[in-house]
């Protein structure tokens, strides 16, 4: 069964940092892409960031760029998110997902239960 | 940017009957499309890729259908479980981007 837990979940003023974690099981993570989708409360899905998965292909959405860094660990079988310079806006539903990529375009086909990040003085 | 409208924003549909749910995109993304369904406090679920392949145990009442610019999701008689919220995603062209969701509720 695949299983993504995503941790990290918190509370920080804006302007600080907060790294995010996803632990993935069931399913052999090193093949997968992997990538970062959030949920601010009561509104729609933004994708966040991807990765591909020997790590060497990386994107993320305007709005993060330069202030987060997507990285992975295949031999721990996690995923990360670094986030800095946080802003109210970036508060959120965290979901880490896994992607399938035929033809070399990505979808995702399993997400994690979430991570509440928390922006607020 | 893609931007994927869907509509309507809020489909009232009775147990059994089907409901039809749109998406729209303001460039081609070719058969690149995926929806997802969404329940309170829950993680999206896949349930169509590649704009019309049904993904692993979604039922059969679910069908995807449409390329290019239109796309449609179908639930031939929508079941208690179906009630939720729908979004479509395009996975054409980076940014991706989803459209703001279809609700579909008991009427």
């Known amino acids: 069964e695949v299983q993504l837990v995503e941790s990290g979940e918190g509370l920080v003023q804006p302007g600080g940092s907060l790294r995010l974690s996803c632990e993935a099981s069931?399913?052999?993570?090193?093949?997968?892409?992997m990538h970062w989708v959030r949920q601010a409360p009561g509104k729609g899905l933004e994708y966040v960031a991807a990765?591909?998965?020997?790590?060497?292909?990386?994107y993320y959405v305007d709005s993060v760029k330069d202030r987060f860094t997507i990285s992975r660990d295949n031999s721990k079988n996690t995923l990360y998110l670094q986030m800095g310079s946080l802003r109210v806006e970036d508060m959120a539903v965290y979901y880490c997902?896994?992607?399938?990529?035929?033809?070399?375009?990505?979808?995702?086909?399993?997400w994690g239960q979430g991570t509440l990040v928390t922006v607020s003085s | 940017e893609i931007v994927m409208t869907q509509s309507p924003a809020t489909l009232s549909v009775s147990p059994g009957e089907r409901a039809t749910l749109s998406c729209r995109a303001s460039q081609s993304v070719s058969g690149n499309l995926v929806w997802y369904q969404q329940k309170p406090g829950q993680a999206p679920r896949l349930l169509i890729y590649g704009a019309s392949t049904r993904a692993t145990d979604i039922p059969a009442r679910f069908s995807g259908s449409g390329s290019g610019t239109e796309f449609t999701l179908t639930i031939s008689s929508l079941q208690s479980e179906d009630f939720a919220v729908y979004y479509c995603q395009q996975y054409n062209t980076w940014p991706r981007t989803f459209g703001q969701g279809t609700k579909v509720e008991i009427k």
């Open positions: 997902a896994r992607a399938v990529c035929p033809s070399n375009l990505c979808y995702i086909d399993y």
């Open positions: 069931g399913f052999t993570f090193s093949t997968y892409a």
């Open positions: 990765i591909s998965r020997d790590a060497k292909t990386i």
